[in-house]
Protein backbone atom coordinates (compact mmCIF):
# COMPACT_ATOMS: atom_id res chain seq x y z
CA UNK A 1 0.00 0.00 0.00
CA UNK A 2 1.59 3.63 -0.88
CA UNK A 3 1.43 6.38 1.40
CA UNK A 4 -1.38 7.82 -0.40
CA UNK A 5 -3.65 4.96 0.36
CA UNK A 6 -3.42 5.53 3.67
CA UNK A 7 -4.65 8.53 4.03
CA UNK A 8 -8.17 10.13 3.58
CA UNK A 9 -9.02 12.88 1.76
CA UNK A 10 -12.37 15.16 2.55
CA UNK A 11 -13.93 17.15 0.27
CA UNK A 12 -16.90 19.77 0.95
CA UNK A 13 -18.97 20.68 -2.01
CA UNK A 14 -19.82 18.34 -4.81
CA UNK A 15 -20.04 21.05 -7.31
CA UNK A 16 -17.93 21.34 -10.21
CA UNK A 17 -14.76 22.10 -8.35
CA UNK A 18 -15.23 19.43 -5.60
CA UNK A 19 -15.27 16.71 -7.97
CA UNK A 20 -13.05 17.67 -10.14
CA UNK A 21 -10.60 17.43 -6.81
CA UNK A 22 -12.14 14.24 -6.26
CA UNK A 23 -11.04 13.11 -9.12
CA UNK A 24 -7.42 14.59 -8.75
CA UNK A 25 -6.60 12.80 -5.19
CA UNK A 26 -8.56 9.59 -5.98
CA UNK A 27 -6.14 8.94 -9.16
CA UNK A 28 -3.20 9.95 -6.94
CA UNK A 29 -4.51 7.06 -4.79
CA UNK A 30 -6.17 8.48 -1.83
CA UNK A 31 -9.32 7.38 -0.60
CA UNK A 32 -11.51 10.58 -1.28
CA UNK A 33 -14.42 11.78 0.92
CA UNK A 34 -16.95 13.36 -0.79
CA UNK A 35 -19.87 15.35 1.31
CA UNK A 36 -22.64 17.47 -0.34
CA UNK A 37 -25.69 19.08 1.22
CA UNK A 38 -28.02 18.99 -1.33
CA UNK A 39 -29.15 15.96 -2.81
CA UNK A 40 -27.81 13.85 -5.73
CA UNK A 41 -28.67 16.34 -8.64
CA UNK A 42 -28.52 12.75 -11.11
CA UNK A 43 -32.01 11.58 -9.27
CA UNK A 44 -35.26 11.87 -11.30
CA UNK A 45 -36.61 14.53 -9.00
CA UNK A 46 -33.86 16.57 -9.09
CA UNK A 47 -33.47 16.96 -12.44
CA UNK A 48 -36.79 18.72 -12.50
CA UNK A 49 -34.96 21.08 -10.03
CA UNK A 50 -31.66 21.44 -11.89
CA UNK A 51 -33.37 22.15 -15.14
CA UNK A 52 -35.26 25.31 -13.86
CA UNK A 53 -31.92 26.56 -13.40
CA UNK A 54 -30.02 25.07 -16.09
CA UNK A 55 -26.59 28.30 -16.46
CA UNK A 56 -24.76 27.24 -19.09
CA UNK A 57 -20.88 28.00 -18.84
CA UNK A 58 -18.36 29.23 -20.97
CA UNK A 59 -15.41 26.47 -20.37
CA UNK A 60 -12.09 27.87 -22.06
CA UNK A 61 -8.31 26.62 -22.07
CA UNK A 62 -8.23 26.52 -18.36
CA UNK A 63 -10.77 24.57 -17.70
CA UNK A 64 -9.98 22.32 -20.19
CA UNK A 65 -6.27 21.96 -19.87
CA UNK A 66 -6.92 21.32 -15.77
CA UNK A 67 -9.50 18.45 -16.73
CA UNK A 68 -6.81 16.95 -18.90
CA UNK A 69 -4.29 17.20 -16.30
CA UNK A 70 -6.59 15.21 -14.47
CA UNK A 71 -7.39 12.16 -17.05
CA UNK A 72 -7.11 12.88 -20.87
CA UNK A 73 -10.21 10.11 -21.58
CA UNK A 74 -12.09 11.65 -18.63
CA UNK A 75 -11.63 14.94 -20.01
CA UNK A 76 -13.07 13.90 -23.97
CA UNK A 77 -16.31 12.29 -22.22
CA UNK A 78 -17.15 14.95 -19.76
CA UNK A 79 -16.63 17.85 -22.39
CA UNK A 80 -18.27 15.75 -25.42
CA UNK A 81 -21.45 18.59 -25.57
CA UNK A 82 -19.55 21.25 -26.01
CA UNK A 83 -21.02 24.14 -28.29
CA UNK A 84 -18.05 26.13 -29.76
CA UNK A 85 -17.79 29.53 -29.66
CA UNK A 86 -15.39 31.89 -32.21
CA UNK A 87 -16.75 34.94 -30.94
CA UNK A 88 -19.87 37.36 -29.69
CA UNK A 89 -22.61 38.32 -32.12
CA UNK A 90 -23.58 41.56 -30.91
CA UNK A 91 -27.27 42.44 -31.38
CA UNK A 92 -28.21 46.44 -31.93
CA UNK A 93 -31.95 47.55 -31.33
CA UNK A 94 -32.62 47.41 -35.00
CA UNK A 95 -31.82 43.43 -35.06
CA UNK A 96 -28.74 43.85 -36.80
CA UNK A 97 -25.84 41.24 -35.75
CA UNK A 98 -22.30 41.65 -35.57
CA UNK A 99 -20.04 39.51 -35.23
CA UNK A 100 -16.94 40.25 -33.27
CA UNK A 101 -14.02 37.26 -32.86
CA UNK A 102 -12.47 36.02 -29.92
CA UNK A 103 -9.34 35.02 -31.38
CA UNK A 104 -7.12 35.98 -34.09
CA UNK A 105 -6.56 32.46 -35.08
CA UNK A 106 -10.06 30.69 -34.67
CA UNK A 107 -9.75 30.23 -31.00
CA UNK A 108 -12.84 29.15 -29.38
CA UNK A 109 -14.52 29.24 -26.01
CA UNK A 110 -17.09 26.68 -25.64
CA UNK A 111 -20.59 26.61 -24.08
CA UNK A 112 -21.93 23.70 -21.47
CA UNK A 113 -24.61 23.36 -20.13
CA UNK A 114 -23.84 23.27 -15.61
CA UNK A 115 -25.53 20.50 -14.90
CA UNK A 116 -24.56 17.90 -17.41
CA UNK A 117 -21.33 19.19 -16.63
CA UNK A 118 -21.45 18.26 -13.12
CA UNK A 119 -23.56 15.23 -13.65
CA UNK A 120 -20.77 13.94 -15.78
CA UNK A 121 -18.45 14.21 -13.33
CA UNK A 122 -20.24 12.21 -10.78
CA UNK A 123 -20.34 9.86 -13.09
CA UNK A 124 -17.24 9.46 -13.20
CA UNK A 125 -16.79 9.84 -9.46
CA UNK A 126 -19.07 6.80 -9.44
CA UNK A 127 -16.51 4.71 -11.89
CA UNK A 128 -13.55 5.03 -8.56
CA UNK A 129 -13.39 2.87 -6.32
CA UNK A 130 -11.55 5.06 -3.94
CA UNK A 131 -14.28 7.44 -3.54
CA UNK A 132 -17.24 7.80 -1.72
CA UNK A 133 -20.12 10.75 -1.95
CA UNK A 134 -22.18 11.02 0.75
CA UNK A 135 -25.11 13.62 -0.37
CA UNK A 136 -27.87 15.46 1.69
CA UNK A 137 -24.52 16.27 4.36
CA UNK A 138 -24.04 19.77 5.54
CA UNK A 139 -21.06 20.72 7.14
CA UNK A 140 -21.09 22.79 9.81
CA UNK A 141 -18.06 22.82 11.77
CA UNK A 142 -14.17 21.44 11.94
CA UNK A 143 -12.60 20.75 15.32
CA UNK A 144 -8.77 20.88 16.11
CA UNK A 145 -8.22 23.16 13.09
CA UNK A 146 -6.48 25.32 15.60
CA UNK A 147 -5.00 23.76 18.62
CA UNK A 148 -4.12 26.13 20.56
CA UNK A 149 -5.44 30.45 21.61
CA UNK A 150 -2.39 31.53 19.60
CA UNK A 151 -3.32 32.28 15.71
CA UNK A 152 -0.36 31.42 13.54
CA UNK A 153 0.00 29.01 10.97
CA UNK A 154 2.28 26.82 13.13
CA UNK A 155 0.26 26.01 16.22
CA UNK A 156 -2.83 25.71 13.63
CA UNK A 157 -0.57 22.93 12.13
CA UNK A 158 -0.81 20.13 14.54
CA UNK A 159 -1.09 16.76 14.15
CA UNK A 160 -4.31 15.96 15.44
CA UNK A 161 -7.24 14.65 13.71
CA UNK A 162 -9.76 17.25 12.23
CA UNK A 163 -13.02 16.27 12.91
CA UNK A 164 -15.50 17.14 10.75
CA UNK A 165 -19.39 17.75 11.96
CA UNK A 166 -22.03 17.34 9.33
CA UNK A 167 -25.89 17.50 9.70
CA UNK A 168 -28.39 15.69 7.37
CA UNK A 169 -30.21 17.88 5.54
CA UNK A 170 -32.88 15.35 5.36
CA UNK A 171 -32.64 13.25 8.25
CA UNK A 172 -31.54 16.32 10.18
CA UNK A 173 -29.11 13.31 12.11
CA UNK A 174 -25.77 14.17 12.91
CA UNK A 175 -22.84 13.04 11.43
CA UNK A 176 -18.90 13.22 12.71
CA UNK A 177 -16.36 12.31 10.45
CA UNK A 178 -12.82 11.58 12.00
CA UNK A 179 -10.75 9.11 9.25
CA UNK A 180 -10.13 12.13 7.55
CA UNK A 181 -6.36 13.25 7.54
CA UNK A 182 -6.88 16.44 5.11
CA UNK A 183 -9.72 18.76 4.66
CA UNK A 184 -10.72 20.48 0.88
CA UNK A 185 -13.28 23.31 1.34
CA UNK A 186 -15.02 23.21 -1.99
CA UNK A 187 -18.18 24.53 -0.69
CA UNK A 188 -18.61 27.81 -2.90
CA UNK A 189 -19.40 31.18 -2.06
CA UNK A 190 -20.71 31.08 1.12
CA UNK A 191 -18.35 28.50 2.50
CA UNK A 192 -18.87 26.67 5.86
CA UNK A 193 -14.85 25.45 5.69
CA UNK A 194 -13.52 28.76 5.14
CA UNK A 195 -15.86 30.26 8.30
CA UNK A 196 -13.98 27.32 10.25
CA UNK A 197 -10.71 28.83 8.73
CA UNK A 198 -11.27 32.07 9.59
CA UNK A 199 -11.87 30.69 13.27
CA UNK A 200 -8.92 29.39 13.17
CA UNK A 201 -6.09 32.03 12.06
CA UNK A 202 -6.25 35.53 10.41
CA UNK A 203 -7.52 35.52 6.97
CA UNK A 204 -7.76 38.82 4.89
CA UNK A 205 -11.04 38.64 3.54
CA UNK A 206 -13.52 40.98 1.45
CA UNK A 207 -16.97 40.37 -0.01
CA UNK A 208 -18.81 42.92 -2.27
CA UNK A 209 -22.49 42.52 -3.70
CA UNK A 210 -22.62 44.31 -7.05
CA UNK A 211 -25.92 46.18 -7.71
CA UNK A 212 -26.81 44.01 -10.06
CA UNK A 213 -29.14 41.22 -10.40
CA UNK A 214 -29.31 37.81 -12.92
CA UNK A 215 -32.63 36.50 -14.22
CA UNK A 216 -32.51 33.24 -16.38
CA UNK A 217 -34.80 33.16 -19.90
CA UNK A 218 -34.23 30.47 -23.00
CA UNK A 219 -35.11 30.92 -26.40
CA UNK A 220 -36.34 27.12 -27.41
CA UNK A 221 -34.68 25.09 -30.33
CA UNK A 222 -36.49 25.45 -33.33
CA UNK A 223 -38.32 22.47 -33.53
CA UNK A 224 -40.27 23.85 -30.16
CA UNK A 225 -40.87 27.31 -31.95
CA UNK A 226 -42.24 28.49 -35.07
CA UNK A 227 -39.74 32.22 -34.88
CA UNK A 228 -35.97 31.81 -36.21
CA UNK A 229 -33.83 34.37 -36.50
CA UNK A 230 -31.17 34.36 -40.02
CA UNK A 231 -28.09 33.33 -39.05
CA UNK A 232 -25.34 36.16 -39.53
CA UNK A 233 -23.18 36.16 -42.28
CA UNK A 234 -19.95 38.03 -41.27
CA UNK A 235 -18.64 34.74 -39.87
CA UNK A 236 -20.24 31.64 -42.04
CA UNK A 237 -17.34 29.19 -41.03
CA UNK A 238 -18.25 29.07 -37.69
CA UNK A 239 -21.38 27.63 -37.80
CA UNK A 240 -20.71 23.76 -37.57
CA UNK A 241 -22.86 21.49 -40.20
CA UNK A 242 -25.71 20.34 -39.57
CA UNK A 243 -26.58 21.98 -36.60
CA UNK A 244 -28.47 25.02 -38.22
CA UNK A 245 -31.58 23.18 -38.61
CA UNK A 246 -32.29 23.15 -34.87
CA UNK A 247 -30.94 26.18 -33.50
CA UNK A 248 -32.44 29.56 -33.56
CA UNK A 249 -29.70 31.76 -34.11
CA UNK A 250 -25.86 30.63 -34.62
CA UNK A 251 -24.93 28.56 -31.83
CA UNK A 252 -20.97 29.43 -32.32
CA UNK A 253 -21.15 32.41 -30.64
CA UNK A 254 -22.01 34.02 -27.37
CA UNK A 255 -25.05 36.66 -28.29
CA UNK A 256 -25.03 39.66 -26.57
CA UNK A 257 -27.92 42.01 -26.76
CA UNK A 258 -25.98 45.28 -25.04
CA UNK A 259 -27.59 47.75 -23.43
CA UNK A 260 -24.98 50.26 -21.70
CA UNK A 261 -27.02 49.92 -18.50
CA UNK A 262 -27.85 46.22 -18.52
CA UNK A 263 -27.71 43.82 -21.10
CA UNK A 264 -28.94 39.90 -22.17
CA UNK A 265 -26.87 37.40 -22.65
CA UNK A 266 -27.64 33.85 -24.83
CA UNK A 267 -25.47 30.28 -24.91
CA UNK A 268 -26.26 27.62 -26.92
CA UNK A 269 -27.36 24.65 -25.65
CA UNK A 270 -26.30 21.16 -27.50
CA UNK A 271 -30.44 20.49 -27.90
CA UNK A 272 -30.84 23.28 -29.93
CA UNK A 273 -32.07 26.02 -27.23
CA UNK A 274 -29.94 28.94 -25.52
CA UNK A 275 -29.84 29.89 -22.49
CA UNK A 276 -30.11 33.45 -21.40
CA UNK A 277 -29.05 35.51 -18.66
CA UNK A 278 -30.45 39.42 -18.12
CA UNK A 279 -28.03 41.02 -15.84
CA UNK A 280 -29.84 44.37 -14.81
CA UNK A 281 -29.59 46.87 -12.05
CA UNK A 282 -31.00 46.22 -8.59
CA UNK A 283 -33.15 49.45 -9.44
CA UNK A 284 -34.57 48.06 -12.58
CA UNK A 285 -35.60 44.91 -10.88
CA UNK A 286 -36.90 46.95 -8.20
CA UNK A 287 -39.32 48.61 -10.49
CA UNK A 288 -39.92 47.96 -14.30
CA UNK A 289 -39.27 44.24 -13.63
CA UNK A 290 -40.33 44.03 -10.51
CA UNK A 291 -41.93 40.51 -9.67
CA UNK A 292 -45.30 42.64 -8.94
CA UNK A 293 -44.76 44.39 -12.39
CA UNK A 294 -48.05 43.54 -14.85
CA UNK A 295 -47.09 40.86 -17.68
CA UNK A 296 -48.06 43.38 -20.60
CA UNK A 297 -45.75 46.09 -18.21
CA UNK A 298 -42.83 42.95 -18.46
CA UNK A 299 -43.26 41.86 -22.56
CA UNK A 300 -43.05 45.95 -23.34
CA UNK A 301 -39.71 46.09 -21.57
CA UNK A 302 -38.27 43.41 -23.27
CA UNK A 303 -40.06 44.13 -26.60
CA UNK A 304 -38.62 47.72 -26.53
CA UNK A 305 -35.24 46.58 -25.37
CA UNK A 306 -34.74 43.09 -26.80
CA UNK A 307 -36.89 42.94 -29.80
CA UNK A 308 -34.88 40.71 -31.47
CA UNK A 309 -34.57 38.30 -28.68
CA UNK A 310 -38.07 38.22 -27.81
CA UNK A 311 -39.29 37.23 -31.08
CA UNK A 312 -37.25 33.74 -30.84
CA UNK A 313 -38.42 33.05 -27.30
CA UNK A 314 -42.36 34.25 -27.41
CA UNK A 315 -44.22 35.99 -24.53
CA UNK A 316 -45.45 33.21 -23.32
CA UNK A 317 -42.35 31.55 -22.10
CA UNK A 318 -40.78 34.87 -21.28
CA UNK A 319 -43.25 35.44 -18.89
CA UNK A 320 -42.98 31.45 -17.49
CA UNK A 321 -39.40 31.92 -16.92
CA UNK A 322 -39.77 35.58 -15.58
CA UNK A 323 -42.38 34.60 -12.98
CA UNK A 324 -40.39 30.78 -12.05
CA UNK A 325 -37.23 32.04 -11.99
CA UNK A 326 -35.39 33.47 -8.90
CA UNK A 327 -33.26 36.93 -8.81
CA UNK A 328 -30.17 35.87 -8.71
CA UNK A 329 -26.96 38.01 -6.73
CA UNK A 330 -23.46 38.74 -7.96
CA UNK A 331 -20.61 38.24 -5.16
CA UNK A 332 -16.60 39.17 -5.43
CA UNK A 333 -14.86 37.10 -2.43
CA UNK A 334 -11.04 37.51 -2.05
CA UNK A 335 -9.44 36.11 0.70
CA UNK A 336 -5.79 34.80 2.27
CA UNK A 337 -4.46 32.33 3.19
CA UNK A 338 -6.28 29.84 1.49
CA UNK A 339 -5.51 27.21 4.17
CA UNK A 340 -4.60 26.40 7.71
CA UNK A 341 -0.76 24.21 7.90
CA UNK A 342 -1.54 20.93 6.06
CA UNK A 343 -4.99 20.53 7.49
CA UNK A 344 -7.77 22.33 5.12
CA UNK A 345 -7.38 24.65 2.43
CA UNK A 346 -10.17 26.14 -0.03
CA UNK A 347 -10.52 26.37 -3.51
CA UNK A 348 -13.03 27.31 -5.79
CA UNK A 349 -15.32 30.06 -5.31
CA UNK A 350 -14.93 29.52 -1.78
CA UNK A 351 -11.89 30.83 -1.84
CA UNK A 352 -12.30 33.63 -5.30
CA UNK A 353 -15.77 34.11 -6.14
CA UNK A 354 -15.52 36.43 -9.50
CA UNK A 355 -18.99 37.97 -11.20
CA UNK A 356 -19.66 36.00 -14.10
CA UNK A 357 -18.07 38.44 -17.22
CA UNK A 358 -15.25 37.33 -17.80
CA UNK A 359 -16.49 33.70 -17.82
CA UNK A 360 -13.55 32.47 -15.49
CA UNK A 361 -15.23 31.32 -12.08
CA UNK A 362 -15.54 27.76 -13.06
CA UNK A 363 -12.59 27.25 -15.57
CA UNK A 364 -9.92 29.11 -12.44
CA UNK A 365 -11.63 27.12 -9.78
CA UNK A 366 -10.25 24.25 -12.36
CA UNK A 367 -7.67 25.90 -12.70
CA UNK A 368 -6.84 25.16 -8.93
CA UNK A 369 -7.29 21.93 -8.80
CA UNK A 370 -4.27 21.86 -11.34
CA UNK A 371 -1.89 24.11 -9.72
CA UNK A 372 -2.44 22.34 -6.62
CA UNK A 373 -1.92 19.02 -7.43
CA UNK A 374 0.89 20.30 -9.26
CA UNK A 375 2.56 21.82 -6.08
CA UNK A 376 1.50 19.08 -3.98
CA UNK A 377 3.20 16.48 -6.07
CA UNK A 378 6.34 18.50 -6.29
CA UNK A 379 7.08 17.74 -2.42
CA UNK A 380 5.96 14.36 -2.73
CA UNK A 381 2.24 15.41 -1.06
CA UNK A 382 3.77 17.26 2.32
CA UNK A 383 0.68 18.92 2.53
CA UNK A 384 1.23 21.52 4.99
CA UNK A 385 4.63 22.49 2.51
CA UNK A 386 2.51 22.24 -0.54
CA UNK A 387 -0.88 24.30 0.59
CA UNK A 388 1.61 26.75 2.48
CA UNK A 389 3.48 27.26 -1.17
CA UNK A 390 0.20 27.17 -2.90
CA UNK A 391 -1.22 30.10 -0.95
CA UNK A 392 1.64 32.11 -1.77
CA UNK A 393 2.22 31.70 -5.39
CA UNK A 394 -1.83 31.86 -6.39
CA UNK A 395 -2.46 34.74 -4.38
CA UNK A 396 -1.94 37.18 -6.98
CA UNK A 397 -3.58 35.22 -9.76
CA UNK A 398 -6.53 34.86 -7.91
CA UNK A 399 -6.76 38.54 -6.65
CA UNK A 400 -6.41 39.50 -10.70
CA UNK A 401 -8.67 37.49 -12.10
CA UNK A 402 -11.47 38.67 -9.54
CA UNK A 403 -10.43 42.38 -10.31
CA UNK A 404 -10.45 41.45 -14.14
CA UNK A 405 -13.55 39.77 -14.34
CA UNK A 406 -15.75 42.95 -12.97
CA UNK A 407 -13.89 45.80 -15.16
CA UNK A 408 -15.33 42.99 -18.27
CA UNK A 409 -19.10 44.21 -17.50
CA UNK A 410 -18.58 47.76 -18.72
CA UNK A 411 -17.05 46.03 -21.94
CA UNK A 412 -19.62 43.40 -22.07
CA UNK A 413 -22.77 45.88 -22.00
CA UNK A 414 -21.43 48.87 -23.24
CA UNK A 415 -17.84 49.26 -24.41
CA UNK A 416 -18.75 46.29 -27.80
CA UNK A 417 -21.05 48.88 -29.09
CA UNK A 418 -18.07 52.15 -28.69
CA UNK A 419 -16.14 52.99 -31.88
CA UNK A 420 -13.40 53.60 -29.76
CA UNK A 421 -13.77 50.15 -27.90
CA UNK A 422 -13.35 48.59 -31.82
CA UNK A 423 -10.76 50.83 -32.99
CA UNK A 424 -8.39 49.64 -29.99
CA UNK A 425 -9.33 46.27 -30.68
CA UNK A 426 -8.65 46.14 -34.31
CA UNK A 427 -5.19 48.35 -33.71
CA UNK A 428 -4.58 45.21 -30.64
CA UNK A 429 -5.49 42.53 -33.36
CA UNK A 430 -2.78 43.87 -35.73
CA UNK A 431 -0.13 44.62 -33.51
CA UNK A 432 -0.59 40.63 -32.38
CA UNK A 433 -0.55 39.50 -35.82
CA UNK A 434 2.32 41.39 -36.60
CA UNK A 435 4.50 40.55 -33.39
CA UNK A 436 2.96 37.29 -32.24
CA UNK A 437 3.89 36.00 -28.98
CA UNK A 438 5.40 38.77 -27.68
CA UNK A 439 2.05 40.77 -27.95
CA UNK A 440 -1.20 39.09 -27.02
CA UNK A 441 -4.56 40.60 -26.31
CA UNK A 442 -5.95 40.08 -23.04
CA UNK A 443 -8.66 37.82 -24.02
CA UNK A 444 -6.60 35.76 -25.88
CA UNK A 445 -3.92 35.27 -22.28
CA UNK A 446 -6.90 35.38 -19.73
CA UNK A 447 -9.09 32.66 -22.48
CA UNK A 448 -6.66 31.00 -24.32
CA UNK A 449 -3.77 30.53 -22.54
CA UNK A 450 -3.52 28.39 -19.74
CA UNK A 451 -0.04 28.91 -19.60
CA UNK A 452 0.46 32.71 -18.71
CA UNK A 453 -0.92 32.87 -14.77
CA UNK A 454 -3.87 35.69 -15.03
CA UNK A 455 -1.40 38.05 -13.28
CA UNK A 456 1.25 37.62 -16.16
CA UNK A 457 -1.81 38.75 -18.09
CA UNK A 458 -2.56 41.94 -16.50
CA UNK A 459 1.25 43.06 -15.79
CA UNK A 460 1.36 41.91 -19.62
CA UNK A 461 -1.10 44.72 -20.30
CA UNK A 462 -0.41 47.57 -18.49
CA UNK A 463 2.34 48.25 -21.04
CA UNK A 464 0.72 47.50 -23.59
CA UNK A 465 -2.20 50.05 -22.84
CA UNK A 466 0.22 52.36 -22.92
CA UNK A 467 1.44 51.50 -26.02
CA UNK A 468 -1.88 51.28 -27.55
CA UNK A 469 -2.93 54.67 -26.35
CA UNK A 470 0.20 55.90 -27.75
CA UNK A 471 -0.21 54.05 -30.79
CA UNK A 472 -4.50 55.23 -31.64
CA UNK A 473 -3.46 59.06 -30.90
CA UNK A 474 -0.28 59.27 -33.10
CA UNK A 475 -2.29 57.63 -35.61
CA UNK A 476 -5.58 60.02 -34.85
CA UNK A 477 -2.80 62.33 -34.73
CA UNK A 478 -0.86 61.74 -37.74
CA UNK A 479 -4.24 61.64 -39.75
CA UNK A 480 -5.36 65.01 -39.05
CA UNK A 481 -1.83 66.72 -39.73
CA UNK A 482 -2.21 64.60 -43.16
CA UNK A 483 -5.71 65.92 -43.67
CA UNK A 484 -4.66 69.31 -42.94
CA UNK A 485 -1.83 68.99 -44.88
CA UNK A 486 -4.10 68.15 -47.79
CA UNK A 487 -6.52 70.82 -47.30
CA UNK A 488 -3.29 73.31 -47.10
CA UNK A 489 -1.83 71.95 -50.11
CA UNK A 490 -5.56 72.37 -51.66
CA UNK A 491 -5.44 75.87 -50.61
CA UNK A 492 -2.03 76.42 -51.95
CA UNK A 493 -3.04 74.99 -55.68
CA UNK A 494 -5.86 76.98 -55.81
CA UNK A 495 -4.46 80.21 -54.75
CA UNK A 496 -1.58 79.80 -56.99
CA UNK A 497 -3.98 79.14 -59.91
CA UNK A 498 -5.68 82.67 -59.06
CA UNK A 499 -2.53 84.43 -59.26
CA UNK A 500 -1.58 82.08 -62.43
CA UNK A 501 -4.44 83.95 -63.98
P1 LIG B 1 -20.27 25.72 -6.39
O1 LIG B 1 -20.64 25.45 -7.80
O2 LIG B 1 -21.00 26.79 -5.66
O3 LIG B 1 -20.39 24.35 -5.59
C1 LIG B 1 -20.31 24.31 -4.20
C2 LIG B 1 -21.01 23.04 -3.70
O4 LIG B 1 -20.82 22.93 -2.31
C3 LIG B 1 -22.51 23.09 -3.95
O5 LIG B 1 -22.91 21.89 -4.56
C4 LIG B 1 -23.09 23.25 -2.56
O6 LIG B 1 -24.35 22.64 -2.42
C5 LIG B 1 -22.05 22.58 -1.70
N1 LIG B 1 -22.00 23.08 -0.32
C6 LIG B 1 -22.07 24.38 0.09
N2 LIG B 1 -21.96 24.45 1.42
C7 LIG B 1 -21.83 23.18 1.88
C8 LIG B 1 -21.67 22.61 3.17
N3 LIG B 1 -21.64 23.37 4.28
N4 LIG B 1 -21.56 21.27 3.29
C9 LIG B 1 -21.59 20.47 2.19
N5 LIG B 1 -21.74 20.96 0.93
C10 LIG B 1 -21.84 22.30 0.78
N6 LIG B 1 -17.74 30.26 -14.65
C11 LIG B 1 -17.08 29.98 -15.80
O7 LIG B 1 -15.96 29.47 -15.77
N7 LIG B 1 -17.64 30.25 -17.01
C12 LIG B 1 -18.87 30.83 -17.13
O8 LIG B 1 -19.34 31.07 -18.24
C13 LIG B 1 -19.58 31.16 -15.93
N8 LIG B 1 -20.81 31.73 -16.00
C14 LIG B 1 -21.49 32.01 -14.85
C15 LIG B 1 -22.75 32.60 -14.94
C16 LIG B 1 -23.45 32.93 -13.79
C17 LIG B 1 -24.78 33.60 -13.90
C18 LIG B 1 -22.88 32.62 -12.52
C19 LIG B 1 -23.61 32.96 -11.26
C20 LIG B 1 -21.64 32.02 -12.42
C21 LIG B 1 -20.92 31.70 -13.58
N9 LIG B 1 -19.65 31.11 -13.53
C22 LIG B 1 -18.97 30.84 -14.68
C23 LIG B 1 -19.01 30.82 -12.24
C24 LIG B 1 -19.16 29.34 -11.87
O9 LIG B 1 -20.52 29.00 -11.85
C25 LIG B 1 -18.55 29.11 -10.52
O10 LIG B 1 -17.27 29.67 -10.46
C26 LIG B 1 -18.44 27.61 -10.22
O11 LIG B 1 -19.69 27.02 -10.22
C27 LIG B 1 -17.75 27.40 -8.88
O12 LIG B 1 -17.75 26.04 -8.59
P2 LIG B 1 -17.50 25.53 -7.10
O13 LIG B 1 -17.54 24.06 -7.18
O14 LIG B 1 -16.31 26.20 -6.55
O15 LIG B 1 -18.72 26.09 -6.27
Redo the contacts with the bound molecule.
Keep these: MSSNESHTVGI????????LAALAFANEGFKVEL????PDLRDPDQQVLSQLRS??????AR?ITALRSVDEEMADRVLKDLVPMHGRMVHDLNGKQICQKYGLYGECINSIN?SLL?RSLLDELDKLDNVKVTFN????RLDNLKRSSSDNLENAANSEVVRGH?VGTKTNESLTVENVNVWIG????????RSQIQRALQMNFSQEYIDHY?L?LRIPAKNETAKSSHFDSTCPEAVEVGTEAKFALNPNHLHIWPRHEYMLIA?ANSDGSFTC?LFAPKSLFDKELAISASDADVVSFFRTNFPSAIELMGDDLLLESFRKNPR?S?VCVKCSPYNVGGKAII????AH??V?FY???????FEDVRTLMAILKKHEFDFETGFNEYTETRRKDLGAIVDLSMRNYQEMRHDVTSTAYLLRKSVDGFLSRVMGDFWLPLYTMVSFRADIPYSRAVQERQWQNDILTWVIRASVGTSLLAGTALWHGRLFNTLSSLYSR
Design positions: VGAGLVGCFESRINLAVSGRNHKLIFADGSYSQVYELTGLIGDASMPGQGMNCG
